[in-house]
Structure formats: C-alpha cells, structure tokens
Nanobody, 125 residues
C-alpha cells in the first residue's frame, strides 16, 4: 500500500518560516511529479489550490501567490518532497496536502495519483 506522510505544519507568526516534508512509501520505483496543494478551511466551497509542484527532473512550478517566498524541492532517492515557506502571510493559513502523480511501484503497477492526509499551517498576524 502506498502512503504519503506529511510533517512540519504548525503555528507561525507572519514573516516567519516553516518547512513541510512529505515522504512516500510502499515499494515505489518512481514518481513523475510531487506537489503541494492547500485548502482554506473557513471558506465553504473553495477549491483545493496548487501551491507548487516539481517533476522528477527538477522542473518546478509555483502559484503566483507564493513565488519568491516558497521553494519546493525533492529527494528522489528518498521519495520525499519538501516545501520551504518563508516570509509567511496570514493568507497562507490552510491545510496543506502532498500529492504524488504518476507513481510506479516496484511490481510495475502505475498509480495515477496519491494524496497525503494533510497538515495544518496557521499563520498569525
């Protein structure tokens, strides 16, 4: 069974930093892309939005709202993705979800996407 386990969320003051980690496990051979999404809890109907993603080759993409403040990176050998969040703002408060896309297991089975359980990030003003 493939699992994504996130860590690193918590409470931080505006202007501060947090680093999220997400480790994938379960006899994984490779993962095409890994990314972070977030969902604001207090806004009914608001869609989960992409924060950043990174491909196995290192290509990255960021939401405009986090460019210059957040950095995504990954360790392919550890099947782990990180999100370094600097100069954080109250509007960054959300549940952050890790996602792995195009995952291939050691037995050759391909899984289109897997999601983590989410980690809460709370930025106080």
């Amino acid at each position: 069974q493939v699992q994504l386990v996130e860590s690193g969320g918590g409470l931080v003051q505006a202007g501060g930093s947090l680093r999220l980690s997400c480790a994938a496990s379960g006899s994984i051979f490779s993962i095409d892309a890994m990314g972070w999404y977030r969902q604001v809890r207090q806004v009914p109907g608001k869609q989960r939005e992409l924060v950043a993603f990174i491909t196995s080759g290192g290509t990255t993409n960021y939401a405009d709202s986090v460019k210059g403040r957040f950095t995504i990176s990954r360790d392919n050998a550890k099947n782990t993705v990180y999100l370094q969040m600097n100069n954080m703002k109250p509007e960054d408060t959300a549940v952050y979800y890790c996602q792995a896309g195009g995952l291939i297991r050691q037995n050759g089975y391909r899984i289109p996407e897997v999601w983590g359980q989410g980690t809460l990030v709370n930025v106080s003003s």
